[in-house]
């Protein structure tokens, strides 16, 4: 599992992105105002983490050990997953989707957004 120093150093990293704390003291990672990574909810050091994911990526997750529909979001049919274990994910696959969520939730912006905020190659 991946800790919140982890989780934190690890979505620092993407770009344009920022944490700030909310929905009860969440780590809660947004690309411009657009959540991509939540660290929280859980009772130890190392956070429940939540990210966005294709429809496809959603599918196969959904049912894997230590994953989740994501509380809340799949729930407005949104494609979120929650790990609260590392059974299926390494840590590397976990950045692999947090890159992907990042990316996925900048997708979401307008053109002149993602270049105000040096998206576009």
């Known amino acids: 599992m991946i800790t919140y ?3 934190n150093m ?3 990293t993407l770009p344009a992105s920022h944490k700030v704390i909310q929905w009860g003291g969440a780590h ?3 690309v411009g105002e657009k ?3 939540i660290g929280g909810w859980s009772n130890g050091e190392e956070p429940y983490v939540t990210f966005k994911c294709s429809p496809q990526s959603y599918e196969i997750m959904k049912d894997q050990p230590g994953l989740r529909p994501a509380p809340y979001f799949a729930s ?3 494609k979120w997953i929650q790990m ?3 059974e299926s994910l390494s840590i590397e696959d976990l950045k692999l989707y947090l890159r ?3 990316r ?3 997708e979401n912006m307008t053109k002149k957004k993602r270049k105000e905020l040096g998206l576009l190659e």
Do not use: D, N, Q
Request: hydrophobic share 50%; net charge neutral.
């Open 5 to 7: 120093y982890e989780f």
């Open 10 to 12: 690890f979505c620092s």
């Open 28 to 30: 809660v990672w947004k």
């Open 35 to 37: 959540v991509f990574a």
């Open 76 to 78: 407005r049919g949104m």
């Open 84 to 86: 609260i274990t590392a």
């Open 100 to 102: 992907e969520s990042h």
């Open 104 to 106: 996925l939730a900048s």
